[in-house]
């Protein structure tokens, strides 16, 4: 996984996000022995959720620790988690909050974060039992932008797929690091943690042991899928509906446009309106929303228009329009009135 480099900087500064489990200082470690060949430095950033008694003395070892491997700088920083969609999202985005702070500070082109094989396992039984599409089967990307001029890189998510939790715990060990046992991760209060402790034991107790290495497997051929279909939807909507931005104004789908649609697979179909809805007029649609609209195309015997939060999708004359739309009584069913 290629690091970005700047003009401005021969050698780069990257920053591990070190929690103080035997994952983040497995990867601290190895970021410290190969930064040099790799043409980079290494420093990193310690969060403080501060949702535990003692957080702030976990935060400062592990700080400890990144110094004695000879990572610099080293940033230790204290969030607030507000609550919102739930505790495990809620303090993803106060954390990533702060590696974003800390890299443009320090000026990092990189956060490298130590997900493992395990943890893409876990990922991707969640999005199976939630009944989720290929993009969220497709886990945990290796690398993303996480703000303009900084990448969020998940190196132990490449092309080894024995990196796993167990050899990041062997690491540890092997080099004498004691590593934080964070208490939430064993607090089954957490579908993750019954996932972690439970569900795939079982799975891999029937199964064999290959099968986390397998769910990893199945998620980097998900992803090679939800990348190719979601290029073929983003052409579609360009085709359609060229200059996506978010607009108070409605758009219309010729009946050219139309047949156009009602000829892609069901798959790009689907996704095409779900971004017309996003990048048009900023409205996420469920699958049943999408669906819904999808339906006029396919499925037209003179339906009234459907509703979804947002939004007013209407087919008139061989046209599908998109309208802005606040307060429909029927918007949040998702389905088409009647007329």
Request: overall charge negative; hydrophobic content about 45%; charged content about 20%.
């Amino acid at each position: 996984m290629g690091l970005p480099r700047t003009a401005r900087d021969a050698e780069p500064l990257v920053l591990v996000g070190l929690s103080g489990g035997a994952d983040s200082l497995a990867l601290a470690a190895a970021v410290a022995a190969e930064a040099h060949r790799a043409g980079v430095s290494a420093g990193a950033v310690v969060v403080d959720h501060a949702l535990q008694s003692g957080s702030h003395d976990v935060a400062e070892a592990a700080a400890t620790q990144a110094g004695e491997l000879g990572l610099a700088p080293v940033a230790v920083r204290r969030v607030a988690v507000v609550a919102g969609s739930g505790p495990e999202a809620a303090a993803r985005e106060a954390r990533y909050g702060a590696f974003i702070d800390v890299a443009a500070e320090l000026g990092a082109v990189a956060v490298l974060t130590a997900h493992t094989r395990d943890d893409q396992a876990e990922q991707v039984l969640l999005a199976l039992a939630r009944g989720s599409g290929t993009r969220s089967i497709a886990g945990i990307p290796g690398r993303r932008a996480l703000a303009a001029g900084i990448e969020l890189l998940r190196p132990l998510l490449g092309e080894d797929p024995e990196i796993s939790r167990a050899t990041t715990e062997a690491a540890c060990a092997e080099l004498g690091l004691a590593p934080w046992h964070d208490p939430h991760n064993r607090d089954t209060s957490y579908a993750r943690v019954r996932v972690r402790e439970t569900v795939l034991p079982v799975l891999t107790r029937e199964l064999g042991p290959g099968v986390a290495a397998g769910l990893a497997r199945s998620a980097d051929l998900a992803r090679e899928d939800a990348d190719a279909l979601d290029e073929w939807a983003g052409r579609a909507v360009e085709a359609l509906l060229p200059a996506a931005q978010p607009t108070a104004e409605g758009r219309v789908i010729d009946a050219g446009g139309v047949s156009v649609l009602q000829g892609l697979p069901a798959a790009v179909r689907q996704r095409t309106i779900h971004r017309i809805a996003r990048e048009h007029f900023g409205v996420a649609l469920s699958r049943e929303h999408t669906l819904s609209i999808a339906a006029l195309v396919t499925h037209w015997k003179g339906q009234g228009p459907v509703f979804v939060p947002g939004l007013r999708v209407t087919r008139l004359a061989g046209e599908l329009a998109f309208d802005p739309q606040r307060g429909s009584p029927r918007e949040d069913r998702g389905g088409a009135s009647k007329s």
